[in-house]
């Protein structure tokens, strides 16, 4: 049986003291007991920050991103070790924003990909197609395409110990959800690619759905067959709104 993971993604948002509050709400709610295993993602320089507040409260913390490069000139940048050093056990790999606003290729994600193995991170590699794409009847395609690029670059075994998030970049803040059965659509058919290749890898890989989930709408896309959790944006920038979710595990 896949654990549950409810990972929250805060983008270019917080303040130490914003950050104080909503950690010790997430922390607060989740000692009450949920059913999911839980971590947030925020701006690199706050991860001490999270560090040090989550520290032995059973939540995870990781990244949003990472350089491909183990360290040297790349001004701005982030490692892996860097990370690790942290204490993160995620990193966010290939978020449509990411792909969008810094032209990042899939070629490129499946460095980071492997960068963040090696160093001992779990990826959470995003995937998902634009509103046009999916108009044009190719979504499986594109899932298809920037999913293999990391398969081809890392190994099918590599899958295993990774995450992969269905992101349909039109439901990405847009309070457009896919609708549960469009979901797990997409996400059956990931689960078959991987299958095609490694059935124990397909079985065992999580696959996070995310694009404006909310807590009036999670339980019933978490209720889904291949839906294992979610990739949380905006609604992880409340407590209550964020511990609703992870409740409706
Ligand atoms: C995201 O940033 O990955 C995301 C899913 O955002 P939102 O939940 O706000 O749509």
């Known amino acids: 049986m896949r654990q549950t993971l409810v990972a929250g993604n805060w983008k270019m948002n917080g303040s130490r003291e914003g950050n104080r509050r909503l950690l010790d709400g ?3 709610g989740i000692s009450e007991g949920v059913n999911a295993e839980v971590v947030v993602c925020p701006p690199a320089i706050y991860i001490p920050q999270a560090a040090r507040r989550l520290n032995e409260s059973g939540i995870a913390w ?7 490069h183990e360290s040297g000139a790349y ?3 982030i490692s892996a070790a860097m990370l690790w050093d942290y204490q993160c056990k995620y990193v966010i790999i290939g978020h449509s924003e990411r792909r969008s606003l810094h032209a990042e290729t899939d070629a490129q994600v499946a460095e980071k990909f492997i960068a963040a193995q090696k160093t001992g991170l779990t990826p959470i590699l995003c995937i998902g197609e634009l509103l046009t794409e999916r108009e044009a009847g190719e979504t499986e395609a594109v899932v298809a395409r920037q999913l293999d690029a990391v398969i081809d670059a890392a190994g099918i075994e590599a899958i295993a110990g990774c995450v992969i998030a269905y992101e349909p970049v039109w439901a990405i803040g847009t309070g457009k959800t896919a609708s549960p059965q469009q979901a797990q659509d997409v ?6 690619r991987v299958a095609a ?3 124990d ?3 065992k890989v999580r696959i996070l759905y995310g694009g404006s989930v909310k807590p009036d709408n999670a339980a019933e896309l978490f209720a889904k067959a291949d839906i294992d959790g979610g990739l ?3 609604a992880s920038l409340d407590a209550e709104g964020f511990l609703a979710i992870c409740r409706a595990v």
Do not use: Y
């Open 232 to 234: 949380i944006g905006g």
């Open 187 to 192: 996400h059956a058919f990931i689960r078959q």
């Open 75 to 77: 001004t701005g940048e």
């Open 62 to 68: 990781g990244g949003q991103d990472l350089s491909q």
């Open 197 to 199: 290749q490694n059935v």
């Open 201 to 203: 890898v397909a079985e």
């Open 26 to 28: 997430i922390k607060a």
